[in-house]
């Protein structure tokens, strides 16, 4: 699933093990999420989004809008 | 399980019970091995001897399946759970074919706790086929 998580952390100046500290989750984790090899649980998902203070659509893209 | 070179707490508590697993194993196996070899014990306490080097092996599937459990890294436990499966996979697929071919007298006999042994194997090769999907999505 594609997502805007790089361009967002990038925005913050986070790197890869920071915003993975933030979410308590591995770096390992963040980088397959970054790079669309791993779709995170809904639960991880809203993490992330509350975090960057977003709704969760604007962090992650629907795949029925990818096509 | 995983190879990243930062454990998770999870992976640590595997890492340790695993090490304290195999050392229980060494320390039960040569035992059993020389009482049973040369007939030292016999009869109920036989059974008992003999089993006490199964069950550190057995502790490993435990410690498997708690490692599984205890993940909190949603990403980290889909990866042991994909490997787990191949090894689940590989063993049992191997064991199947293995048993038809000793039945018709094809291979010699094996002994079951060999397939434990496949199993563990089959995590090496757990963490090659995630590699490669892992690569695969990537590209």
């Known amino acids: 699933m594609t997502n805007h998580l790089r361009d967002l952390r990038a925005t913050r100046g986070w790197s890869q093990q920071h915003l993975a500290e933030l979410l308590e989750v591995s770096r390992q984790s963040v980088n397959a999420i970054e790079t669309g090899r791993y779709d995170p649980s809904l639960p991880l998902a809203f993490r992330i989004a509350e975090l960057f203070g977003l709704a969760i659509e604007q962090v992650f893209v629907s795949p029925s809008e990818e096509k | ?89 590989l063993a049992m697929t191997t064991a199947t074919a293995w048993g038809f071919l000793e039945g ?16 563990f194997a089959g995590l090496g090769l757990g963490t090659c086929v995630n590699k490669l999907i892992e690569r695969q999505v990537a590209a």
């Open chain 2, 1 to 89: 399980m995983s190879r990243s070179a930062s454990f998770s707490p999870a992976q640590r508590r595997y890492n340790r019970r695993v090490l304290i697993l195999a050392i229980l194993y060494a320390l039960l196996l040569f035992p059993a091995v020389y009482l049973l070899d040369r007939h030292l014990v016999a009869g109920p306490p036989a059974y008992a001897v003999g089993i006490l080097p199964a069950l550190p092996v057995i502790g490993f599937f435990v410690a498997a399946g708690a490692y599984m459990v205890e993940e909190r890294d949603e990403y980290l436990r889909m990866l042991v759970v994909r490997q787990s499966l191949v090894a689940t996979g």
């Open chain 2, 104 to 119: 018709f007298e094809l291979l010699p006999h094996l002994p079951a706790f060999a397939w434990p042994v496949v199993w």
